[in-house]
């Protein structure tokens, strides 16, 4: 169920436990300003365009600066950059304090702006040594705190963009310190804790980035620790974890998604928190529908190296002891283990296993079995026709979208390196499209059917 069926279900429990008594006037209004607080669709608009309205403020407020270097004092600069970013704090205390959370939001993401800019400025006045990642990593402590502070989602964002800008500076070579380490898993506990609390697309999304940069920097740290990651297969390496880091995140991604909106299923006292659930179901979904996007992607690049490159000896070697990739995998495959155990006639969850573990299969052929394409390309296939049919049967929008557009991807690169003759890419063309769009039609039916069971089922 996706969130606004979620909503509708939550409305018309909370009209029950009211009509019943178990619920105040007071209690449910408040429960019902919660809900209004999330916008949807179209209502989205006007806060982007404003979004986007004030980033460019805060760049012409640099570009200003910058333009009058010379000419402004440096005590102006200073004092200006000062006033600027107390007068968008204050400015944003008065609207929250008015209830007018939005306004507040970007008032605050302006300020970081000006925090950011004004780094900037303070480095060129008074030469401080350059220091990207120090620079990095003070705007992404600056933006966590405005972000905590003032309740601003538009700050996480920063931070979180910042975080990765640190990661990308000091990740060159990939040898990180104990002490980095322990900052990187800060920074990401910060924003997670953040988006859980106050959650928006934009967080969720930039949160999963986070993560995923710090995952693929202890991961690359680790092989260039050891032996893989200098050599001339390093990408053999590599690709066992891509699909491995997406599966992880579409399963579990699932699997919670399943068990907070049922755990928001039980009861008056539970639906006191439906709030809080929904940004917990919201992240969810956006942790599978990331990790499909990363699994879809990995594959097709299996295939394109796999007709392209062939993995030497040493890397079908070295693979067994690439403990973190197996622990990845282990972990997965947990999270299916859990959901079959707890839902064991769950028909979606076979399709979402199979999906999965195909997906995560393709670079072990790859590289156990250099140079057979045929195999390759058939699980390659496979693996993406499951991953749009386990989209289809649990109804992941997400899953259908990139299996079916991996598969067109897969297909026409199969076409290009497989046949010839414009008559034989004709045929192979008229088939695929035939295939695909029957594909499209049985999924649309599927999801129609289950929406209207869906809604039969909740009346």
Known sequence: MNRAGYLKQLETDLARWAANGWIGTEGLAKIRAEIGEAPSGWSRLPALF?????????????????????????????????????AAHGFAAAMAARGLRAVADLATMFATLVFVCGLALVGQIYHLPSDWPGGALLVACGALAAAWLCGSRASLVAAAVASLAWLWWIGDPPRPTWAQVAIALALLLACLLHVARMTSFAGRWSVLLLFAGIYGWLFAAWLDTNYLLSSSDMEFSILPMGTAFGALLAVWGYVLSGAEHGAAEHGAAEH????????????????????????????????????????????????????PLHLTL????????WQGVSSPESRPLRTVAAAAVLAAASPFVLIFLPGDTVLLAALTLAALVAVSAAGSVASLSAWSFAGNFGLAVALLFLLYETVGSLLGQSVFFFVAGLLLVAVAIVSARRLRKRAAATGEGGR
């Open 50 to 86: 404003a979004g986007i309205g004030t980033i460019c403020l805060a760049l012409a407020v640099a570009a200003f600066v910058a333009a009058n270097w010379e000419v402004i004092p440096r005590a102006v600069k200073l004092v200006g950059i000062a006033a600027l970013l107390l």
């Open 272 to 323: 006191l928190v439906a709030g809080r659930r929904a940004d917990l179901v919201a992240l969810a979904q956006s942790a599978t529908g990331f990790g499909v996007l990363v699994l879809v992607g990995t594959v097709v690049l299996t295939l394109v190296i796999g007709f392209t490159e062939t993995a030497s000896a040493e890397v079908a070697t070295e693979i067994p002891h690439v403990w």
């Open 330 to 337: 282990a972990v997965m495959l947990a999270g299916l283990v």
